[in-house]
């Protein structure tokens, strides 16, 4: 039986980060498993790559992405690709909009995180966005209001989470992690702190720990285990008898190449250096990102109720004509009669307290999970928490320099304050 003193289960954004810090900061022999046959083929392979710096209201949030955006800056400063566009997040905001977040929009231009946008501003810097809905009885039926203003965060964007992966992956490699992809892990299997040579060992009174972890191939053991399984977190945990609070949930996303008319979301001055659009959000409705290399405008929507909880990749092509296509199309007439060319989904596994990541350690068990919409831009600061906890240190210190406290992530002593800035 092979023996390890870390096997990270997941090889997604945040196994594979957590497997890098903890070989960064010396954690013994670790391998890193995944059933799939590379690196970042499960959800992170599915994500669109969007950043956003400062422009959160919750805490923990604004200190998970800041961190992990700083981090993945200085890296592509430093000369390592990650195929990040720092095209901007432009928030569309209306009149309730406005009223509502007044005083976190207000802290966020004020920390020079976000720029305020009168509608006249983005009227005139892109005429062919329809910001005016007054009279029109279509509009009003889906819910859009007039676009009062909007808030562009600059140092926001997307990147390319390939070469991320890639990068994270050579590098565990240069650090001797042992990985063993296309291994399926069955079962965590239970076993006594210390054993009393019982057959149904362990009992309910004796304290526990992950013994053995069995996959389709072999029987591991290891002292520690950190699971990553992100949305398949419950695969393998409720089994245990331990509850991480994640679910998952399907999310789709369509891309519409950007030829004739379409240029024009290309060719926009005065937002960002790429003189495009930038990743444009309707609050809790659909977002459309400009891609610069790929010549394509990606869109989603992510829904709640009526979506059923569930692992399931099939995109369907009617949510985006039921969905996404009536306002955005009201927005961006331009779009009007134009279908998507391809799509694909993924899930979000979703923390259903307060949709923050989540990170916890029972016995010589390590659990990662909750990166929901958000996990690419937050996975180097969890993967840091990952570290911590399996230091047993109080506190991870974040690439900049910050201080989080691990209980945050955990769930007792939580501390997640919802995000109000969620679209
Ligand atoms: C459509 C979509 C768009 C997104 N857009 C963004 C975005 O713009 N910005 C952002 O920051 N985030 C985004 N996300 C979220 C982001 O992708 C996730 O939060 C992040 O990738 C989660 O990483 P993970 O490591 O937890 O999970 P995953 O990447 O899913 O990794 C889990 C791994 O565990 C493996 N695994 C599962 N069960 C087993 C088992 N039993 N044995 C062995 N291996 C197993 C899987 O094969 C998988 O590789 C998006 C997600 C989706 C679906």
């Not at 961190?67 to 928030?91: E, I, K, P, W």
């Not at 009992?203 to 520690?224: C, F, G, N, P, T």
Request: glycine share 10%; proline share 4%.
């Amino acid at each position: 039986m092979d023996r390890y003193d870390v096997v990270v289960i997941g090889a997604g954004a945040f196994g594979l980060g957590s497997a890098y810090h903890l070989a960064r900061r010396g954690a013994g022999s670790i391998a890193l498993i995944d059933s799939l046959a590379g690196p970042g083929q499960g959800n992170t392979g599915r994500s669109v790559g969007g950043y956003r710096k400062g422009i959160f209201t919750s805490e923990l949030n604004r200190m998970l992405s800041e961190s992990t955006v700083s981090f993945m800056s200085d890296l592509q400063r430093s000369g390592v690709d990650l195929g990040m566009h720092n095209v901007g997040y432009l928030v569309l905001l209306n009149g309730d909009q406005l009223e509502t977040h007044e005083r976190a929009i207000r802290e966020m231009v004020r920390k020079g995180n976000a720029r305020f946008l009168s509608s006249d501003d983005l009227g005139s810097l892109v005429p062919w966005m329809r910001l005016d809905f007054r009279g029109d009885e279509e509009a009003e039926m889906l819910g859009l209001k007039n676009v009062e203003a909007a808030l562009l965060s600059d140092q926001s964007g997307y990147l390319d989470v390939e070469k991320l992966v890639n990068y994270l992956h050579e590098e565990i490699v240069d650090a001797g992690v042992e990985l063993r992809f296309g291994e399926r892990v069955k079962r965590l299997r239970l076993g006594p702190v210390v054993s009393i040579g019982h057959p149904r060992e362990p009992l309910a009174w004796q304290e526990k720990r992950i013994d053995v972890i069995e996959s389709d191939k072999s029987e591991v053991r290891a002292d520690l285990v950190v699971l990553a399984t992100g949305a398949w977190i419950n695969e393998l945990l409720d089994p245990l008898g331990l509850d991480s609070h994640v679910k998952p949930k399907k999310r789709q996303v369509f891309s519409i190449e950007a030829k004739g008319e379409l240029r024009k979301f290309f060719e926009v001055d005065g937002l960002n250096e790429y003189s495009t659009l930038p990743m444009t959000f309707f609050p809790r409705g659909p977002y459309l990102t400009p891609r610069v290399r790929e010549r394509a405008l990606w869109t989603g929507l992510s829904d709640d109720v009526g979506r059923s909880w569930g692992i399931d990749f099939a995109p369907e092509e009617t949510f985006y004509y039921d969905n996404i296509y009536p306002s955005l199309s009201k927005v961006f007439p331009v779009l009007k009669d134009v279908r998507p060319t391809s799509s694909w989904a993924g899930c979000y596994s979703i923390n259903t307290i307060d949709e923050n990541p989540i990170a916890f350690r029972w016995s010589n068990l390590i659990v990662v999970t909750g990166g929901s919409g958000s996990g690419v831009m937050k996975y180097d600061a969890m993967s840091r928490v990952v570290a911590s906890l399996a230091f047993g240190e109080e506190e991870a210190v974040l690439y900049t320099g910050e201080r989080l406290p691990v209980s945050w992530l955990g769930i007792r002593n939580r501390r997640a304050e919802p995000e109000s800035f969620v679209f």
